[in-house]
Antibody, heavy 121, light 110 residues
């Protein structure tokens, strides 16, 4: 069974930093493209960023609103993908989900349960 | 205002067939595959359809997807109460260089 478990969410002040983790199991993590998607409470979904598998080049891409502030990385030995979030803004408040796959090839085929990040003074 | 608008709501009665649409542009739906996601209340999204009309293992054949030009549709036949959820379309956007999600449609089973 594929499982994804996010952790690291919480309350942080504007301008602060937070690191989210997503641990995967039940699949070959090193071959998976890993994504971060966020959802403001009661609102829609927004893609945040993605890291391809190392065999596919390990390329990292970001959505415009987070580029330069957020960093996606992976540790295939720990089957974990990370989202380092710096210079957080109030509008970054959201549930953050990790998801596997390519939107065009497989769709985002597995999702974690999400972790809530609240940016507030 | 979403890059890929969807009607905010849809409804149907048990057993009925309902269709949810999303309207994109040449940079997203018009030139890339569409996927659809179901989000039940209080849970994470779940993949329903990928590559326009492919169902992952375990998704009932009551769910089907189609695409025409810059629009896509999700059809649900034999509507059930457990289908009450939010539904999102998504596609890669060549102009934005990333995936975009539709604004979401809340389906109510009357």
């Amino acid at each position: 069974e594929v499982l994804l478990a996010e952790s690291g969410g919480g309350l942080v002040k504007p301008g602060g930093s937070l690191r989210l983790s997503c641990a995967g199991s039940g699949f070959t993590f090193s071959n998976a493209w890993m994504n971060w998607v966020r959802q403001t409470p009661g609102k829609g979904l927004e893609w945040v960023g993605r890291i391809k598998s190392k065999p596919d080049g390990g390329t990292i891409d970001y959505a415009a609103p987070v580029k330069g502030r957020f960093t996606v990385s992976r540790d295939d030995l720990k089957n974990t993908v990370y989202l380092q979030m710096n210079s957080l803004r109030i509008e970054d408040t959201a549930f953050y989900y990790c998801a596997t796959g390519s939107i065009s090839i497989t769709g985002f085929d597995y999702w974690g349960q999400g972790t809530l990040v609240t940016v507030s003074s | 205002q979403s890059v890929v608008p969807q009607p905010p709501s849809a409804s149907g009665t048990p057993g009925q067939r309902v269709t949810i649409s999303c309207s994109g542009s040449s940079s997203n739906i018009g030139s890339n595959y569409v996927s659809w996601y179901q989000q039940l209340p209080g849970t994470a999204p779940k993949l329903l359809i990928y590559r326009n009309n492919q169902r992952p293992s375990g998704v009932p054949d009551r769910f089907s997807g189609s695409k025409s030009d810059t629009s896509a549709s999700l059809a649900i036949s034999g509507l059930r109460s457990e289908d009450e959820a939010d539904y999102y379309c998504a596609a890669w956007d060549d102009r934005l260089s990333g995936p975009v999600f539709g604004g979401g449609t809340k389906l109510t089973v009357l």
